[in-house]
């Protein structure tokens, strides 16, 4: 809207700052960051109202999980509704990527919505079938890739692009769009996974939303694209404003989502928060960077897979419990140490996923 705004001004006059990405992009964490501080108590209010007893604690977790009981989960929405209205206030809504971005972040949040809904209403960890969650997300993650396929530059449609290497790229064909509708699924359900202590998820979005931000930016710009060796992929920098959106949003939950939690984010939020995450990599054409910058949630659902198919074969657990963060608690480690220490990985993690656009 302010995009739109300056463009009606003319060309001499002080509007004309807003056409710029890094100035949309500050304002528009500075306003997600402001809605979610201001609307949060309300929030919070009314949704443990709502809830009663708020999201139910599983009797065979971590014993001192025990004490969060009645703690009101949905707290998702607080971020979408920052992060959503920021945007449309900041971002140009000329731009296909943005929308397409905001689409499947609506959609994996309302299911994420409906499955926190169940669990709340029947006291049970039990959502709806995860057969049916994943095929929703697969249709509106496939959905997505195909629209990004038909705005990506002719050529690098279809192509899978490798960091490090110069120029290096793998024409999927009709394979990309189920290959990059996996990225986003899997991006989805990994931050799902990883939202299991307070403040462990919305951290690591933040630092990697932040990267991310930074690499839509450097590919969207023909000059910096050019300097880096990277591929040039037109209108992806407006995305930086969607991560400076999610990263404002995310630090006024984190202020009510601090330990001891006042709310919790539930898939609601950490669903979206990593479909949102998994369609700009695919849009920037970084899917493999993801993997990097992201590699806590992969070492998260990793450990989950692990876990079931050792115990499946051969009867015996590799971990003391998943996700792999319960493993360490289990083992002694403070709720704490386990979330600031994962948060120093998603940091190196994300330096290294930095690093790659510089190597060549």
């Known amino acids: ?22 100035f949309r992009t500050g304002g528009a964490l500075f306003t997600a960051g402001f809605f979610v501080f201001w609307f949060g108590p309300w929030i919070i209010s009314l949704l443990r109202i709502r809830q009663g007893k708020g999201q139910p604690i599983r009797e065979d977790g ?40 905001l689409a499947v972040t609506l959609g994996f949040g309302a299911i994420g919505f409906y499955d926190d809904y169940l669990k709340v209403t029947k006291q049970s960890h039990k959502g709806f079938s995860g057969k049916f969650r994943l095929l929703l997300e697969a249709a509106i993650a496939g959905s997505a890739c195909l629209l990004i396929s038909i705005y990506s ?42 939202d299991g202590l307070d403040g462990l998820a919305i951290v690591p979005v933040m630092i990697a ?33 969607v991560c400076g959106a999610v990263i404002g949003a995310g630090l006024g939950f984190l202020w009510f989502n601090a330990p001891p939690a ?44 692990i876990q079931v198919a050792s115990f499946k ?9 998943a996700p792999i963060h319960h493993h360490f608690e289990q083992k002694g480690w403070k709720e704490p140490q386990v979330v600031i220490r994962f948060w120093i990985i998603a940091v190196i993690l994300a330096l290294v996923g930095l690093a790659t656009l510089k190597l060549r």
């Open 313 to 321: 074969l051969t009867g015996k657990r590799v971990f003391r419990m």
């Open 62 to 101: 971590p014993a001192t999980h025990l004490t969060k009981r009645g703690t009101p989960t949905m707290g998702g929405l607080m971020i979408l509704a920052g992060a959503v209205v920021s945007v449309l206030l900041w971002a140009n809504p000329r731009n296909h990527y943005v929308w397409v971005t």
């Open 1 to 22: 809207m302010l995009y739109l705004l300056s463009e009606l001004s003319g060309t001499l006059t002080p509007l004309n700052v807003f056409r710029y990405i890094t």
């Open 209 to 241: 939303c932040g990267t991310f931000g930074v690499i839509a930016y450097l590919v969207g710009n023909s000059f910096t694209a050019g300097y880096l060796q990277v591929n040039y992929v037109r209108d992806t920098g407006e995305l930086a404003v």
């Open 153 to 194: 530059p002719v050529a690098l449609q279809n192509q899978l692009a490798f960091p490090v290497f110069k120029d290096a790229l793998l024409n999927l064909g009709w394979f990309w769009v189920p290959f990059a509708a996996f990225v986003i699924v899997g991006a989805g359900n990994a931050v799902n996974i990883t």
């Open 262 to 305: 006042q709310i919790f984010m539930g898939d609601t939020g950490s669903l979206a928060l990593g479909g949102l995450l998994g369609t700009i990599a695919v849009a920037a054409k970084h899917e493999i960077v993801l993997a990097i910058v992201g590699g806590l949630f992969v070492l998260e659902i990793l450990s989950v897979i």
